[in-house]
């Protein structure tokens, strides 16, 4: 009898033994593992919707002033610190725009321009080229990637600047010059980036980045790399073809390593076309989520 009361009392610790261990391996199995943040390119082609819902962002219109006021706003709901960099090139007022995170100098900065041009001059129909470029793909696209960048970079990476330059776009008019923006930008922060990277028409619905001839060619196959490990490479294509004056020129002149991605076979540049309906989030995703993996394996190098 007092053998059996004793098998019966190991039997029920046993049981509840097993209970126990069983309880802790569902409680371990079904707690929340961390999600890093993703880049979203729904959330991207959301922002260009937005830039161009304010209007022709021509350097002194208000639809130029409300697009700076909301970037700031993204930016600081995100956690950067925003300074508005107030100059003047050629008379006419700029506006760089800086997000950072701390103090300490960059070593990467991303880049792309936020004014839009005055006149639709390419546009094939005459009756059109007095007016303003809508910049959906020319300008918005390329601030909606910094933008969603800007949400979903974690803050333990290298020091990241985003700069949205003014003043990009308006060469070939009397009285202005191109990339106005950034030449007033590196006059005014003499920082030595290990990297600029710069984003321009990169949300194109057919797009097709090929490498560009004046960027750093070292640098340029890093990002590329990074695009063909995300199957990617479908848009980052292998050849080199233009060669750009854009806003990563004078930053090579200073002899920082800099890429200019761009996709210039864009048949609705300059003209009154150029609107949301000729981008594509897919394409905002592909650019995007391969310089948050460049930027977070930057960020594992000493």
């Known amino acids: 009898m007092k053998n059996k009361a004793i098998a019966i009392y190991l039997i029920i610790i046993g049981f509840l033994l097993a209970a126990t261990l069983g309880w802790y391996a569902f409680a371990f199995r079904t ?3 961390p999600v890093s943040a993703l880049f979203e390119g729904e959330r991207a082609y959301a922002d260009v919707i937005t830039q161009v819902g304010f209007g022709a962002r021509t350097p002194g ?9 909301w970037m700031r706003e993204e930016l600081e709901s995100a956690g950067w610190q925003v300074e508005v960099q107030e100059s003047e090139a050629l008379g006419h007022p700029v506006f760089n725009v800086v997000a950072k995170r ?9 880049g792309a321009h936020y004014d839009t041009r005055l006149f639709a001059d390419n546009d094939p129909d005459p009756a059109n080229r007095s007016k ?10 390329g601030v909606a990637v910094l933008l969603e960048l800007a949400r979903v970079l974690p803050e333990d990476t290298v020091p ?6 003014d003043a990009e776009d308006n060469g070939r008019i009397e009285g202005w010059d191109w990339i106005l ?23 194109d619905a057919d797009l097709n980045i090929y490498k560009e001839r004046n960027s750093d060619r070292a640098l340029t196959d890093e990002i590329w790399a990074v695009a063909q490990s995300l199957e990617n490479d479908t848009v980052f294509l292998p050849d080199y073809k233009y060669s750009m004056i854009d806003d990563h020129t004078p930053f090579i002149e200073l002899g920082i390593p800099a890429v200019d991605i761009i996709d210039f076979d864009y048949p609705y540049w300059h003209t009154v076309e150029d609107t949301p309906d000729k981008v594509s989030p897919a394409s905002l995703q592909a650019v995007g989520e391969t310089l948050q993996a460049w930027i977070m394996g930057q960020s594992s190098q000493p």
């Open 181 to 203: 923006g950034s030449r007033e930008f590196v006059k005014r922060n003499p920082v030595q980036p290990r990297a600029a990277v710069i984003v321009d028409m990169i949300g």
């Open 61 to 69: 219109s208000e639809g130029h002033a409300k697009v700076r006021a």
């Open 31 to 33: 707690q929340p593992e």
């Open 102 to 110: 701390g103090d300490e100098n960059p070593q990467i900065i991303l």
């Open 132 to 141: 303003p470029v809508p910049g959906a793909n020319d300008g918005a696209s």
């Open 160 to 165: 990241v600047w985003l700069v949205f330059f």
